[in-house]
């Protein structure tokens, strides 16, 4: 095993027994106490190790508390949703995506586009996308609580330029927002990219949008009709899925 995996396989060790010695650590994983010395004096070195009792045990310190400060609730979502995305991309062959808010924008956490031949733009994990431009942003904003899509769009009011190419926009999003209320996903045909149409559905977490799966398609390739009447049930069977395993 690789020195990085070894390491490894020690902090989870200590994780999980807490306070303990050299040879608690050799019994628990099989590393010879040669090497788990040599690992325990690095992690020590590095502070996240400390030793007790007389330095004949050790334990973790608050300073592993620092490897975990880059994780973010959603980040776990994207891992749990990808599985469910993949799924989908038999059934569907166009590329899916799973987006969460973030200061009042909506960001990918997780895509298929990496893994489908038919990418036809630039979305990427970490992508961050306009809240009212988009049908993610539109069927969420239409499924998160009253208060929540208050306050957004009140900072996003507060945010821009009140020229007539805003008040358009929002008026516009409002509609849309409205229509997604009522029909439980929402549209964008044409805009970015262009040529394409995107179907976005809510993922809903005891009543409350967490975030939405959307899937996009060549405007060409199929219908707006069809694509509803097709791409619909699998769409709301993933986004069921990926709310059951936050539920849970």
């Given amino acids: 095993m690789a020195i990085d995996g070894r390491l490894l396989t020690v902090i989870e060790s200590i994780n999980d027994l807490g306070i303990c010695t050299v040879v608690d650590l050799h019994r628990a994983t099989g590393i010879s106490r040669p090497a788990v010395h040599r690992i325990v ?40 949703a990808m599985p469910v995305l993949q799924m989908l991309q038999k059934r569907i062959r166009w590329p899916h995506t799973f987006a969460t808010p973030e200061a009042d924008m909506m960001v990918i956490q ?46 996003l009011q507060s945010h821009q330029m009140r020229d007539d190419g805003f008040d358009e926009m929002l008026s516009a999003a409002r509609d849309r927002i409205a229509i997604a209320a009522k029909k439980g996903y ?48 699998d769409l709301r069977e993933a986004a ?7 539920e849970n």
């Fill in 110 to 155: 997780a895509t298929t586009r990496h893994h489908n031949p038919f990418v036809f733009d630039r979305g990427r994990t970490g992508l961050r996308l306009p809240i009212l431009s988009t049908a993610s942003g539109c069927v969420y904003l239409a499924h998160c609580g009253e208060e929540e899509r208050d306050a957004i769009l009140t900072r």
């Fill in 240 to 246: 069921k899925s990926i709310a059951t395993l936050f």
């Fill in 41 to 80: 004096d690095n992690l020590c070195s590095f502070g996240y190790v400390e030793r007790v009792d007389g330095h004949s045990s050790v334990r973790l310190t608050s300073q592993i508390l620092a490897l975990s400060a880059g994780y973010r609730p959603e980040h776990r979502m994207a891992e749990q």
């Fill in 186 to 233: 929402a549209l964008r045909s044409g805009g970015e990219p262009e040529r394409t149409t995107t179907i976005a559905l809510p993922v809903i977490v005891y009543s409350t949008a967490v975030g939405a799966l959307c899937t996009s398609f060549p405007t060409s390739a199929i219908t707006l009709e069809d694509a509803c009447a097709k791409y619909l049930p």
